[in-house]
């Protein structure tokens, strides 16, 4: 079974940066992209950033230039840099491992991220 752990969410004012971190345990079988995705109260999931193993990126437009998104296959871990944060940032934040060709997908638990003055 595959577990995937997230770190690095917290309460920060606007403008400063935090770094999450995702940590994935179990097998996972091909090849595989990892990704972050938001929940904010009384919205849908969206996607913030992904990397393919091959270390293409994809980001959503409201991060663009903020966010950084990166990967150690070795470590089996995917980081999301975010800078200059704003409170429209402020959400539940939920690792994605996707198999590629596949349609499964494992999700962490979410870390709440509030940005606030």
């Known amino acids: 079974q595959v577990q995937l752990v997230e770190s690095g969410g917290g309460l920060v004012q606007p403008g400063v940066s935090l770094r999450l971190s995702c940590a994935a345990s179990?097998?996972?079988?091909?090849?595989?992209?990892m990704g972050w995705y938001r929940q904010a109260p009384g919205k849908q999931r969206e996607l913030v950033a992904s990397i393919t193993s091959g270390g293409s990126t994809n980001y959503a437009d409201s991060v663009k230039g903020r966010f950084t998104i990166s990967r150690d296959n070795a470590k089996r871990t995917v980081y999301l840099q975010m800078n200059s944060l704003k409170p429209e940032d402020t959400a539940v934040y939920y690792c994605n491992v996707h198999i590629t060709g596949t349609l499964r997908d494992y999700w962490g638990q979410g870390t709440q991220v509030t940005v606030s003055s």
């Open positions: 179990g097998s996972i079988f091909g090849i595989y992209a």
